[in-house]
């Protein structure tokens, strides 16, 4: 996408994303499946019981980059993001994310990808994890392997997201920042796989097989 047209190609997600929202209640059940690439969500930490979130707020340490976060609120339209695949592809819209697959998360927003390298997390010392790239387009860091149970990524599962670079797993462990993002948890990467880095899809919008956003372009 190019930078003139993200502004409106957000909207668009968002609009769509609001329309489903006020959806009947039980619109959750029935449309249970399996995560699919092109979908837009957000993820819950099923320990901490966060939102993963990014905004245009960077750290003021380590890489300076976007900083990540979580989030308690569940209707912050900063904690979407986009299932997308590498830089080759790989993640046709509509597939279904398989268990193994590495995969580019893409914040809606702002058009950076969830990204880590290593430098120092400000509260936890554990590894730094950012929002980096223009567009919808970083490097190499920005690839997570999808770890879960089966073939492919369910929706009602427990997953873990583990980089391909440093081999840490996506995880919150309880820390708090103050001003100007007081209440939000820090995100970071751990080496171990653990309770605190398990993540259940949450409030989006999944593409089946052969859908189209009509937005005039595949990726963010």
Sequence with gaps: MRGASRGGVAGTLLALLLALSVRSGGASKASAGLVTCGSVLKLL????????HSHDIKYGSGSGQQS???VEASDDANSYWRIRGGSEGGCPRGLPVRCGQAVRLTHVLTGKNLHTHHFPSPLSNNQEVSAFGEDG???????????????HWEREASVRFQH??????????GEQYGNPIRGQHEVHGMSSANAHNT???MEGIFIKPGADLSMGHDEL
């Design 68 to 70: 990540v976060t979580g």
């Design 45 to 52: 930490n099923t320990h901490h019981k966060v939102r993963l």
């Design 137 to 151: 387009e970083g490097d190499d860091l920005d690839l997570w392997t999808v770890r879960c149970s089966g073939q």
């Design 199 to 201: 993540w259940k899809a």
């Design 164 to 173: 391909v670079g440093t081999s840490v797993f996506l995880s919150v462990t």
